[in-house]
């Protein structure tokens, strides 16, 4: 008996070493699949009548304005849908899911196609329920040891890591759900909107997999690999409790794992997650009791922080009536970035314009275009009461946002909306006053030595007027460049401006320089406007006198009639840019009047 106790004692040790050496001899550990988790989405017979759609597709009717700019991103991954033949989508049902493919297919970034095999059956309360094989310790696996859904793995390695039909993601749809199978998210009151159901369940299959369980009142933690060992899937290592700490840690298979895990007080991690919420964990769906079947535990985020109308409401439990949403939101595709896609993406967001001035009567479909890697998710929110943000309001990548303005009965108003982490700022004209400039440009010449001019066109006035409705306007007029003057610089109502060059720091001995006088109102129907100045200098000596000269007819001559032939012209290199030719009544000569006093009778000049 001794003997025998102490051949097994070391038939123990020689199977630890055994061990040991298979764990240890230097091979990396093999790829391990296992069947993935089921999840699914409830209905909520409750209509909604809430929607937020994917603006890239929906602004069809806008798009007409927007010429040749581009908003649609391209597509940067590819779904094959395989229809059951026993139990197929009816053809508009599979045009849906389609466009919900077709929607993610814009969003993330796979050298792989995503193959998906989808029925129209029963679903037992669902309005569609799935699963995607899982793998872990695939080639180029972030992680080793963690669990990856199966089009994550498959675009991570680059490569079809296990092809066939029974490694293909699986949905049914509930045929006997009252659908709605249009694309424009105007889903009628008492129907489900396909291509939300369609989106949500994809996005399971693209990485919201927990592998974790609350059942009984002990929490379950990962899925065994080979070996026994329960291992975490990349989804649930983002997984902390209220106070920071990782579900994962929390002992397997005991008690307090499953407190934490029907605490209601479970939130993600990642930090490309929180980023899309401005920093802010994103609340993921932990109910008191825990819930299995339709309304699952931690597959999903949470019900009550994100309600219909949310944009991050796509991957919450339930789903209502009349509720559409075509964008996966913010924290949707942070999150998935914290998982492995697209991890290099950069996001960076840029408008086509960041200001437009509209009139008094308002618009109803303005449009400014957002352009960013298709990855990243970006909100836009009007700051100011008059402006409505009426599509747009949360995309991904490069979409338009569309915005209308109320008419504005008052005076000049400025409003702003913030797009993408951007102000685009909107103008809108007045009922005020009116305050109009005899000139929009002017045209300056002098002879330069450098510091100072020789000679110069002398000073010019601009007549600022003010006209239309009663009421005060002031008024600033402020110069962009230290060579020009303007005086009077503020004012009440009409004026006289005088405007004159001077030599400075900046301005060429010879060449062309621009600026401008900047004129900003208040009280009236506009907030401003401009005067566009040009200089043009020529170095001393280098410029030549006026020449020409206009000799016919002779000075003096009377009874002309007719066409009068004229020889000669009048130059200069400065400032003369054109000739006018023009006559005044000859009887002011007869009469003596001094040319002062025919300078303000009217003229015919050609």
């Given amino acids: ?98 466009y919900a493919a077709d929607i993610w297919a814009r969003l993330i970034n796979s050298a792989v196609p995503i193959r998906m095999f989808v029925t129209y ?16 310790n695939f080639p180029n696996a972030p992680q080793a040891n963690v669990w990856y859904s199966k089009p994550l793995a498959d675009a991570l390695a680059g490569f079809d890591i296990q092809p ?34 369609a989106l949500h369940e994809i996005t399971h299959h693209l990485g919201f997999v927990p592998l974790m369980w609350g059942d009984g009142g002990f929490g379950i933690s990962g899925v065994d690999d080979e070996n026994g060992i329960y291992r975490p899937s990349t989804y649930s290592r983002r997984l902390v409790n209220g106070a920071g700490q990782f579900l994962i840690n929390f002992p397997n298979f005991s008690d307090a794992l499953g407190a934490q895990l029907s605490s209601n007080n479970i939130f993600w991690s990642g930090p490309a997650g929180m980023a899309a919420l401005g920093g802010v964990r994103p609340k993921i769906y932990a109910p008191n009791p825990w819930t299995n079947g339709q309304s699952s535990s931690l597959n999903h985020l949470d019900e009550t922080t994100y309600p219909p109308g949310n944009p991050n409401s796509l991957m919450t439990p339930v789903l209502n009536t009349a ?18 896609w697209a991890p290099d993406s950069t996001c960076t967001f840029n408008l086509d314009r960041v200001e437009t001035t509209v009139t008094t009567g308002g618009v109803a479909n303005g449009v400014v275009n957002v352009t960013a890697p298709a990855i990243c998710a970006w909100t836009a929110v009007s700051n100011s009461p008059f402006i409505t943000v009426t599509s747009g309001a949360a995309s991904n990548g490069p979409s338009p946002v569309a915005f209308s303005v109320s008419a504005n009965a008052g005076l000049y108003r400025t409003g702003t909306i913030t797009i993408a982490g951007r102000t685009f700022t909107v103008n809108q004209l007045g009922n005020g006053p009116t305050i109009t400039l005899d000139k929009a440009s002017l045209k300056f010449g002098a002879v330069s030595l450098g510091a100072t001019f020789t000679s110069q066109t002398s000073a010019q006035v601009v007549r600022l007027r003010q006209s239309g409705l009663p009421g005060t306007v002031t008024w600033t007029a402020q110069s962009t460049s230290p060579w020009l003057l303007v005086t009077p610089a503020s004012g009440t109502g009409s004026a006289d401006l005088s405007i004159s060059i001077v030599a400075a720091a900046g301005v060429p001995i010879s060449g062309l320089v621009t600026g401008g006088i900047q004129l900003t109102f208040n009280g009236a129907a506009t907030n401003g406007s401009s005067i566009e100045v040009a200089l043009t200098t020529i170095q001393n000596g280098l410029s030549v006198p006026p ?4 000799d016919t007819p002779v000075e003096g001559q009377s009874g002309i009639t007719g066409a009068i032939a004229l020889t000669g012209w009048a130059l200069d290199d400065v400032e003369i840019d054109r000739i006018a030719i023009c006559r005044v009544p000859y009887f002011l000569h007869l009469h003596g009047a001094t040319a002062a006093a025919i300078s303000l009778q009217p003229r015919w000049c050609g």
């Fill in 164 to 197: 066939g039909i029974s490694t293909t993601t699986q949905i049914t749809f509930n045929s006997g759900a009252n659908w709605y199978f249009g694309t424009d998210g105007n889903t009628p009151a008492g129907q489900y909107d396909f291509v939300t159901v």
């Fill in 323 to 340: 509720e559409a949403i075509h964008v996966p939101g913010p924290a949707t595709l942070g999150m998935l970035a914290d998982m492995g």
């Fill in 1 to 98: 008996m001794p003997e025998r106790v102490f051949l097994s004692r070391w038939s123990l040790v020689f199977a630890c070493i055994a061990w040991v050496l298979v764990m240890f001899d230097g091979r990396p550990p093999a790829m391990e699949m296992r069947p993935g988790e089921p999840h699914g989405i409830a209905g909520v017979s409750r209509d909604a009548y809430t929607r937020i759609v994917s603006d890239a597709r929906a602004l069809q009717a806008v798009r007409t304005q927007m010429a040749a700019v581009q908003v649609e991103a391209p597509a940067t991954a590819t779904f094959q849908i395989t229809n059951s033949t026993s139990q197929p989508l009816p053809p508009q049902a599979l045009a849906a899911l389609t």
């Fill in 121 to 136: 059956g029963t679903t037992s309360g669902f309005l569609a329920f799935g699963s995607a094989p899982i793998y872990r």
């Fill in 547 to 550: 020449i020409g000269v206009i």
